[in-house]
Nanobody, 119 residues
Framework: QVQLVESGGGLVQPGGSLRLSCAASGSISRINAMGWYRQAPGKQRELVATITSDRVENYADSVKGRFTISRDNAKNLVYLQMNSLKPEDTAVYYC?????????????WGKGTLVTVSS
């Protein structure tokens, strides 16, 4: 059994910063890519950022230059540093991971953490 648990969400004013964390635990053979996705009210879930086991990063255009994804492979952690937050960043943020000896896509998901950007 594998669990992903997010933390760090909350209420922040426009222009502010938040740091999300996600811890993977359980029966983990190998973590390939990890990532963050978000779902705003009334919208579909969308990719925010991903990072491979070699730390190659990929970002949605809407967050480039403002968000930074990083990971701690020894501790099975992934982070999302969010700066210059905008009201349109308001969403539930989900952590995801591709776990297994072979890469097979983001098959594991956390339950999400709410980020609200509002004055």
């Amino acid at each position: 059994q594998v669990q992903l648990v997010e933390s760090g969400g909350g209420l922040v004013q426009p222009g502010g910063s938040l740091r999300l964390s996600c811890a993977a635990s359980g029966s983990i053979s190998r973590i390939n890519a990890m990532g963050w996705y978000r779902q705003a009210p009334g919208k579909q879930r969308e990719l925010v950022a991903t990072i491979t086991s070699d730390r190659v990063e990929n970002y949605a255009d809407s967050v480039k230059g403002r968000f930074t994804i990083s990971r701690d492979n020894a501790k099975n952690l992934v982070y999302l540093q969010m700066n210059s937050l905008k009201p349109e960043d308001t969403a539930v943020y989900y952590c995801a991971a591709d776990i297994g000896m072979r890469s097979s896509g983001m098959g594991y998901w956390g339950k999400g953490t709410l980020v609200t950007v509002s004055s």
